[in-house]
Protein backbone atom coordinates (compact mmCIF):
# COMPACT_ATOMS: atom_id res chain seq x y z
CA UNK A 1 0.00 0.00 0.00
CA UNK A 2 1.43 3.30 -0.99
CA UNK A 3 0.91 5.75 1.63
CA UNK A 4 0.51 9.41 -0.14
CA UNK A 5 0.60 12.94 1.69
CA UNK A 6 -2.71 14.75 2.27
CA UNK A 7 -3.43 17.00 -0.65
CA UNK A 8 -3.49 19.87 1.39
CA UNK A 9 0.19 20.24 0.87
CA UNK A 10 -0.29 20.29 -2.91
CA UNK A 11 0.65 24.50 -2.91
CA UNK A 12 3.03 24.19 0.02
CA UNK A 13 6.37 24.47 -0.58
CA UNK A 14 9.52 25.97 1.69
CA UNK A 15 12.76 25.58 -0.49
CA UNK A 16 14.95 26.71 1.72
CA UNK A 17 15.28 23.34 2.91
CA UNK A 18 14.36 22.02 0.00
CA UNK A 19 16.25 19.29 -2.19
CA UNK A 20 19.41 21.28 -3.21
CA UNK A 21 19.78 20.91 0.91
CA UNK A 22 19.53 17.33 0.65
CA UNK A 23 22.46 17.29 -2.08
CA UNK A 24 24.71 19.22 -0.02
CA UNK A 25 24.00 16.60 2.52
CA UNK A 26 24.89 13.49 0.55
CA UNK A 27 28.18 15.46 -0.50
CA UNK A 28 29.19 16.55 2.93
CA UNK A 29 28.85 12.59 3.50
CA UNK A 30 30.82 11.84 0.37
CA UNK A 31 33.58 14.15 2.56
CA UNK A 32 33.26 17.50 0.45
CA UNK A 33 33.45 20.96 2.17
CA UNK A 34 30.14 22.31 1.75
CA UNK A 35 30.14 26.35 2.11
CA UNK A 36 26.96 27.30 3.64
CA UNK A 37 25.47 30.69 2.79
CA UNK A 38 21.50 28.83 3.18
CA UNK A 39 20.01 29.42 6.40
CA UNK A 40 19.81 32.29 9.01
CA UNK A 41 21.37 30.32 12.10
CA UNK A 42 23.98 32.61 14.22
CA UNK A 43 24.96 29.89 16.34
CA UNK A 44 27.39 27.88 13.44
CA UNK A 45 29.28 31.13 12.74
CA UNK A 46 30.13 31.38 16.35
CA UNK A 47 27.86 33.98 17.07
CA UNK A 48 27.47 33.00 20.85
CA UNK A 49 24.27 33.08 23.21
CA UNK A 50 24.30 35.84 24.87
CA UNK A 51 25.73 34.79 28.80
CA UNK A 52 22.71 36.76 30.66
CA UNK A 53 20.43 34.80 28.61
CA UNK A 54 21.94 31.23 29.16
CA UNK A 55 22.30 32.27 32.85
CA UNK A 56 18.69 33.02 33.57
CA UNK A 57 17.58 29.98 31.44
CA UNK A 58 19.57 27.44 33.53
CA UNK A 59 18.45 29.16 36.57
CA UNK A 60 14.98 28.53 35.99
CA UNK A 61 15.37 24.96 34.68
CA UNK A 62 14.36 23.53 38.05
CA UNK A 63 10.73 24.84 37.49
CA UNK A 64 10.70 24.62 33.58
CA UNK A 65 9.53 20.85 33.10
CA UNK A 66 5.58 21.78 33.73
CA UNK A 67 3.26 22.84 31.06
CA UNK A 68 2.96 26.71 31.27
CA UNK A 69 -0.22 28.59 30.60
CA UNK A 70 -1.11 28.03 27.11
CA UNK A 71 -0.32 31.65 26.02
CA UNK A 72 2.95 31.28 28.05
CA UNK A 73 4.94 31.94 31.37
CA UNK A 74 3.61 35.85 32.83
CA UNK A 75 7.18 37.35 33.17
CA UNK A 76 7.70 36.67 30.01
CA UNK A 77 4.33 38.25 28.63
CA UNK A 78 5.00 40.87 30.64
CA UNK A 79 8.23 42.02 29.08
CA UNK A 80 6.84 41.40 25.23
CA UNK A 81 4.02 44.64 26.56
CA UNK A 82 7.31 46.23 28.16
CA UNK A 83 8.86 45.94 24.34
CA UNK A 84 5.87 47.20 23.19
CA UNK A 85 5.24 50.20 24.89
CA UNK A 86 9.24 51.32 23.66
CA UNK A 87 8.24 50.36 19.87
CA UNK A 88 5.25 52.64 20.48
CA UNK A 89 2.58 50.26 20.38
CA UNK A 90 -0.67 51.34 22.12
CA UNK A 91 -2.65 49.63 24.68
CA UNK A 92 -1.17 46.31 24.97
CA UNK A 93 -2.22 44.00 27.26
CA UNK A 94 -0.72 40.65 28.67
CA UNK A 95 -3.44 39.12 27.11
CA UNK A 96 -2.91 40.01 23.82
CA UNK A 97 0.04 38.29 24.03
CA UNK A 98 0.67 34.59 22.57
CA UNK A 99 4.16 33.06 23.20
CA UNK A 100 5.27 30.25 20.51
CA UNK A 101 7.85 27.61 19.47
CA UNK A 102 9.38 30.38 17.19
CA UNK A 103 7.80 32.45 14.92
CA UNK A 104 7.42 30.21 12.76
CA UNK A 105 4.56 28.18 14.92
CA UNK A 106 2.45 31.41 15.30
CA UNK A 107 2.32 32.46 11.64
CA UNK A 108 0.36 29.15 11.25
CA UNK A 109 -1.39 29.37 14.33
CA UNK A 110 -2.90 33.11 13.72
CA UNK A 111 -3.67 32.31 9.65
CA UNK A 112 -5.34 29.12 10.99
CA UNK A 113 -7.81 30.71 13.00
CA UNK A 114 -8.37 33.35 10.25
CA UNK A 115 -8.65 31.62 7.21
CA UNK A 116 -11.32 30.25 5.45
CA UNK A 117 -11.06 28.33 2.00
CA UNK A 118 -10.03 30.39 -0.65
CA UNK A 119 -9.59 33.71 1.64
CA UNK A 120 -6.86 35.78 -0.08
CA UNK A 121 -3.55 37.45 2.06
CA UNK A 122 -1.00 39.76 0.62
CA UNK A 123 2.19 38.44 0.68
CA UNK A 124 5.46 40.65 -0.44
CA UNK A 125 7.49 38.87 -3.91
CA UNK A 126 10.37 37.85 -2.40
CA UNK A 127 9.27 37.20 0.97
CA UNK A 128 10.62 35.01 3.84
CA UNK A 129 8.46 31.82 2.08
CA UNK A 130 7.01 30.13 5.27
CA UNK A 131 4.41 33.05 4.89
CA UNK A 132 3.31 31.54 1.66
CA UNK A 133 3.43 28.14 2.69
CA UNK A 134 1.20 28.72 5.90
CA UNK A 135 -1.30 30.35 3.71
CA UNK A 136 -1.63 27.36 1.30
CA UNK A 137 -1.57 24.89 3.99
CA UNK A 138 -4.58 27.15 5.89
CA UNK A 139 -6.63 26.73 3.08
CA UNK A 140 -6.20 30.55 1.53
CA UNK A 141 -4.26 31.70 -1.46
CA UNK A 142 -0.88 33.77 -1.30
CA UNK A 143 -1.20 36.71 -3.32
CA UNK A 144 2.02 38.62 -3.81
CA UNK A 145 2.57 42.10 -4.46
CA UNK A 146 6.19 42.80 -6.03
CA UNK A 147 8.72 45.04 -4.03
CA UNK A 148 10.94 47.58 -6.23
CA UNK A 149 14.13 46.38 -6.72
CA UNK A 150 15.15 50.06 -8.39
CA UNK A 151 13.69 51.49 -4.82
CA UNK A 152 15.77 49.77 -2.51
CA UNK A 153 13.01 47.17 -2.42
CA UNK A 154 10.20 49.01 -0.91
CA UNK A 155 6.73 47.11 -1.82
CA UNK A 156 4.95 48.70 -5.02
CA UNK A 157 1.77 50.22 -3.45
CA UNK A 158 0.44 50.45 -6.46
CA UNK A 159 0.68 46.91 -7.54
CA UNK A 160 -0.44 45.81 -3.61
CA UNK A 161 -3.63 47.77 -4.42
CA UNK A 162 -4.06 46.22 -7.59
CA UNK A 163 -4.07 42.96 -6.35
CA UNK A 164 -6.88 43.68 -3.44
CA UNK A 165 -9.84 41.39 -4.41
CA UNK A 166 -13.12 40.90 -1.95
CA UNK A 167 -11.92 38.01 -0.53
CA UNK A 168 -8.46 39.58 0.35
CA UNK A 169 -8.43 39.23 4.33
CA UNK A 170 -4.79 40.38 5.44
CA UNK A 171 -1.44 42.32 4.81
CA UNK A 172 1.78 40.42 5.69
CA UNK A 173 4.77 43.26 6.03
CA UNK A 174 8.19 41.72 6.53
CA UNK A 175 10.28 45.04 8.00
CA UNK A 176 13.11 44.66 8.09
CA UNK A 177 12.65 42.25 5.17
CA UNK A 178 14.40 38.65 4.38
CA UNK A 179 15.25 38.05 1.94
CA UNK A 180 16.06 41.98 0.63
CA UNK A 181 17.44 43.62 3.51
CA UNK A 182 15.18 46.39 3.03
CA UNK A 183 13.81 48.57 6.08
CA UNK A 184 10.45 50.48 5.23
CA UNK A 185 10.78 54.22 5.93
CA UNK A 186 7.84 55.67 7.86
CA UNK A 187 6.08 57.29 5.27
CA UNK A 188 6.03 53.97 2.70
CA UNK A 189 4.81 52.59 6.27
CA UNK A 190 1.75 55.30 6.91
CA UNK A 191 0.83 54.53 3.02
CA UNK A 192 0.51 50.86 3.44
CA UNK A 193 -1.93 51.77 6.90
CA UNK A 194 -3.93 53.85 5.00
CA UNK A 195 -3.87 51.25 2.43
CA UNK A 196 -5.46 48.76 5.28
CA UNK A 197 -8.07 51.30 6.57
CA UNK A 198 -9.60 51.89 3.05
CA UNK A 199 -9.64 47.94 2.27
CA UNK A 200 -10.03 46.54 5.97
CA UNK A 201 -7.61 44.54 5.60
CA UNK A 202 -5.54 42.97 8.96
CA UNK A 203 -1.88 43.66 9.38
CA UNK A 204 0.79 41.03 10.34
CA UNK A 205 3.45 42.90 10.53
CA UNK A 206 6.66 39.96 10.65
CA UNK A 207 9.41 42.25 12.56
CA UNK A 208 11.55 39.59 13.74
CA UNK A 209 14.62 41.84 12.64
CA UNK A 210 13.91 44.91 14.29
CA UNK A 211 17.43 45.05 16.03
CA UNK A 212 19.26 43.98 13.36
CA UNK A 213 20.05 47.17 11.27
CA UNK A 214 22.94 48.80 9.24
CA UNK A 215 23.94 52.45 8.60
CA UNK A 216 21.93 54.16 10.96
CA UNK A 217 18.25 52.68 9.78
CA UNK A 218 15.66 53.53 11.85
CA UNK A 219 12.80 50.73 11.95
CA UNK A 220 9.28 51.67 12.81
CA UNK A 221 6.72 49.28 13.98
CA UNK A 222 3.48 49.53 11.69
CA UNK A 223 1.65 49.13 14.50
CA UNK A 224 2.75 52.22 16.00
CA UNK A 225 1.30 53.73 13.02
CA UNK A 226 -1.96 52.03 13.19
CA UNK A 227 -3.75 51.90 16.46
CA UNK A 228 -7.11 52.02 14.76
CA UNK A 229 -6.31 48.36 12.61
CA UNK A 230 -5.77 45.18 14.05
CA UNK A 231 -2.61 44.59 14.17
CA UNK A 232 -0.40 41.14 14.71
CA UNK A 233 3.25 42.13 15.47
CA UNK A 234 5.49 39.18 15.55
CA UNK A 235 8.92 39.17 16.98
CA UNK A 236 11.47 36.61 18.62
CA UNK A 237 14.74 35.75 20.21
CA UNK A 238 16.06 33.51 16.95
CA UNK A 239 17.72 36.27 14.96
CA UNK A 240 18.16 39.66 17.01
CA UNK A 241 19.50 37.50 20.23
CA UNK A 242 21.30 34.35 18.41
CA UNK A 243 19.46 31.52 19.70
CA UNK A 244 17.35 30.33 16.82
CA UNK A 245 17.23 27.37 18.28
CA UNK A 246 15.70 28.27 21.85
CA UNK A 247 12.42 28.33 19.52
CA UNK A 248 11.03 31.45 21.43
CA UNK A 249 9.26 34.28 19.53
CA UNK A 250 5.87 35.88 20.35
CA UNK A 251 2.58 37.70 18.85
CA UNK A 252 0.92 41.00 20.13
CA UNK A 253 -2.66 41.19 19.31
CA UNK A 254 -3.26 45.39 19.20
CA UNK A 255 -5.86 47.56 17.98
CA UNK A 256 -9.70 47.43 17.77
CA UNK A 257 -9.92 44.12 19.67
CA UNK A 258 -13.26 44.27 20.26
CA UNK A 259 -14.14 43.91 16.76
CA UNK A 260 -12.22 40.32 16.87
CA UNK A 261 -13.68 38.62 19.72
CA UNK A 262 -14.35 36.01 17.71
CA UNK A 263 -10.66 35.60 16.17
CA UNK A 264 -9.31 35.87 19.58
CA UNK A 265 -11.04 33.02 20.61
CA UNK A 266 -10.16 31.17 17.35
CA UNK A 267 -6.77 31.81 18.32
CA UNK A 268 -7.17 30.97 21.86
CA UNK A 269 -8.48 27.27 20.94
CA UNK A 270 -5.21 26.62 18.84
CA UNK A 271 -3.23 28.00 21.59
CA UNK A 272 -4.66 25.48 23.86
CA UNK A 273 -4.42 22.66 21.06
CA UNK A 274 -0.66 23.20 21.44
CA UNK A 275 -0.77 23.57 25.41
CA UNK A 276 2.53 25.12 25.65
CA UNK A 277 5.65 26.76 24.05
CA UNK A 278 8.58 25.18 24.71
CA UNK A 279 8.87 26.44 28.63
CA UNK A 280 12.96 26.90 29.03
CA UNK A 281 13.07 28.78 25.75
CA UNK A 282 10.00 30.96 27.22
CA UNK A 283 12.52 31.50 30.57
CA UNK A 284 14.79 33.73 27.88
CA UNK A 285 12.89 36.03 27.21
CA UNK A 286 12.57 38.27 30.05
CA UNK A 287 16.47 38.39 30.12
CA UNK A 288 16.51 39.36 26.62
CA UNK A 289 14.14 42.02 26.05
CA UNK A 290 15.31 43.47 29.76
CA UNK A 291 19.13 43.55 29.13
CA UNK A 292 21.79 44.45 27.48
CA UNK A 293 21.12 44.20 23.57
CA UNK A 294 24.46 42.68 22.34
CA UNK A 295 23.34 42.42 18.91
CA UNK A 296 23.58 46.50 18.66
CA UNK A 297 27.60 45.73 19.04
CA UNK A 298 27.44 43.15 16.46
CA UNK A 299 26.07 45.52 13.97
CA UNK A 300 28.48 48.66 14.20
CA UNK A 301 30.00 49.59 11.10
CA UNK A 302 33.28 47.94 13.30
CA UNK A 303 31.32 44.72 13.97
CA UNK A 304 31.21 41.44 12.30
CA UNK A 305 27.80 41.61 10.90
CA UNK A 306 28.24 45.21 9.61
CA UNK A 307 31.61 44.10 8.07
CA UNK A 308 30.51 41.26 6.14
CA UNK A 309 27.54 42.59 4.96
CA UNK A 310 29.70 45.19 3.46
CA UNK A 311 32.09 42.48 1.89
CA UNK A 312 29.22 40.61 0.61
CA UNK A 313 27.55 43.44 -1.09
CA UNK A 314 30.70 45.00 -2.61
CA UNK A 315 32.05 41.39 -4.13
CA UNK A 316 28.70 40.82 -5.52
CA UNK A 317 28.74 44.36 -7.00
CA UNK A 318 32.04 43.81 -8.23
CA UNK A 319 31.13 41.18 -10.51
CA UNK A 320 30.53 41.67 -14.33
CA UNK A 321 26.06 41.53 -14.52
CA UNK A 322 25.66 41.03 -10.83
CA UNK A 323 23.90 43.93 -8.81
CA UNK A 324 23.09 43.98 -4.96
CA UNK A 325 21.20 46.79 -3.57
CA UNK A 326 22.91 46.88 -0.14
CA UNK A 327 20.74 46.03 3.10
CA UNK A 328 19.98 48.16 5.57
CA UNK A 329 18.90 45.05 7.95
CA UNK A 330 18.34 41.80 8.53
CA UNK A 331 21.13 39.18 7.25
CA UNK A 332 21.05 38.29 3.97
CA UNK A 333 21.74 39.89 0.45
CA UNK A 334 19.66 39.25 -2.47
CA UNK A 335 21.80 39.84 -5.75
CA UNK A 336 20.49 39.90 -9.30
CA UNK A 337 21.99 38.48 -12.55
CA UNK A 338 21.60 40.53 -15.08
CA UNK A 339 19.95 38.16 -17.89
CA UNK A 340 21.28 40.31 -20.37
CA UNK A 341 24.39 38.87 -19.20
CA UNK A 342 23.52 35.55 -18.07
CA UNK A 343 21.58 32.87 -19.57
CA UNK A 344 19.85 31.53 -16.76
CA UNK A 345 16.37 29.91 -17.51
CA UNK A 346 16.02 27.99 -14.23
CA UNK A 347 17.33 29.38 -10.93
CA UNK A 348 16.66 25.82 -8.77
CA UNK A 349 19.25 24.36 -11.85
CA UNK A 350 21.26 27.43 -10.82
CA UNK A 351 21.29 26.43 -7.13
CA UNK A 352 22.02 22.86 -8.00
CA UNK A 353 24.78 23.48 -10.46
CA UNK A 354 26.63 25.75 -8.06
CA UNK A 355 26.42 23.02 -5.69
CA UNK A 356 28.53 20.65 -7.25
CA UNK A 357 30.54 22.77 -9.66
CA UNK A 358 31.52 24.97 -6.90
CA UNK A 359 30.48 23.59 -3.54
CA UNK A 360 28.51 26.55 -2.60
CA UNK A 361 24.74 26.32 -0.93
CA UNK A 362 22.43 28.95 -1.39
CA UNK A 363 18.53 29.40 -1.77
CA UNK A 364 17.39 30.68 -5.49
CA UNK A 365 15.30 33.53 -5.88
CA UNK A 366 11.86 31.31 -6.73
CA UNK A 367 11.94 29.53 -3.33
CA UNK A 368 11.79 33.47 -1.75
CA UNK A 369 8.27 33.25 -4.76
CA UNK A 370 10.59 35.65 -6.48
CA UNK A 371 8.77 35.08 -10.49
CA UNK A 372 11.69 35.05 -12.84
CA UNK A 373 14.98 33.17 -12.39
CA UNK A 374 17.72 35.95 -11.84
CA UNK A 375 18.16 36.10 -7.93
CA UNK A 376 19.17 34.27 -5.32
CA UNK A 377 19.90 34.55 -1.77
CA UNK A 378 22.89 34.78 0.15
CA UNK A 379 22.78 34.74 4.39
CA UNK A 380 26.04 37.15 5.59
CA UNK A 381 26.13 35.22 8.49
CA UNK A 382 29.51 33.24 7.42
CA UNK A 383 33.08 34.97 8.01
CA UNK A 384 34.36 37.89 6.19
CA UNK A 385 36.74 35.57 4.70
CA UNK A 386 34.62 32.65 3.42
CA UNK A 387 32.05 35.12 2.13
CA UNK A 388 34.79 36.28 -0.26
CA UNK A 389 35.94 32.70 -1.30
CA UNK A 390 32.42 31.98 -1.58
CA UNK A 391 31.65 34.87 -3.55
CA UNK A 392 35.48 34.60 -5.83
CA UNK A 393 33.82 30.97 -6.50
CA UNK A 394 30.29 32.50 -7.57
CA UNK A 395 32.15 35.00 -9.97
CA UNK A 396 34.34 31.80 -11.55
CA UNK A 397 31.02 29.91 -11.92
CA UNK A 398 29.01 32.78 -13.47
CA UNK A 399 32.32 33.09 -15.77
CA UNK A 400 30.83 29.86 -17.53
CA UNK A 401 27.54 31.02 -18.16
CA UNK A 402 27.91 34.42 -19.74
CA UNK A 403 26.24 35.01 -22.85
CA UNK A 404 27.62 35.27 -26.14
N1 LIG B 1 10.14 35.38 9.98
C1 LIG B 1 11.19 35.63 9.20
C2 LIG B 1 11.16 36.83 8.28
C3 LIG B 1 12.31 34.80 9.21
O1 LIG B 1 13.35 35.06 8.42
C4 LIG B 1 12.31 33.66 10.07
C5 LIG B 1 13.45 32.72 10.07
O2 LIG B 1 14.34 32.76 9.25
C6 LIG B 1 11.18 33.43 10.87
C7 LIG B 1 10.12 34.32 10.80
C8 LIG B 1 11.08 32.26 11.79
O3 LIG B 1 11.77 32.48 12.97
P1 LIG B 1 11.65 31.59 14.26
O4 LIG B 1 13.02 31.03 14.50
O5 LIG B 1 11.23 32.54 15.35
O6 LIG B 1 10.65 30.52 14.03
Known amino acids: MQVTQSAKLGNVCYDIRGPVLGRARELEAAGHRILKLHIGNPAPFGFECPPELLQDMVRNLPDAHGYSDSKGILPARRAVVQRCEEMGIADVDVEDVYLGNGVSELIVMTLQALLNNGDQVLIPAPDYPLWTASVALCGGQAVHYLCDEGADWIPDLADMEAKITD ?99 GLDILANMRLCPNVPGQHAIQAALGGKQTIEELVLPTGRLGEQRDRAADRLNALPG ?51 PDHFRIVTLQYADDLEEAIGRIGEFLAARRRG
Open 322 to 372: VSCVRPQGALYVFPRLDPDVYAIEDDVRFAFDLLEEQKILVVQGSGFNWPR
Open 167 to 265: RTRALVLINPNNPTGAVYPRPVLEQIVELARRHHLLIFADEIYDKILYDGAVHTSIASLAPDLLCLTFGGLSKNYRVAGFRSGWVVLSGPKQHAASYIE
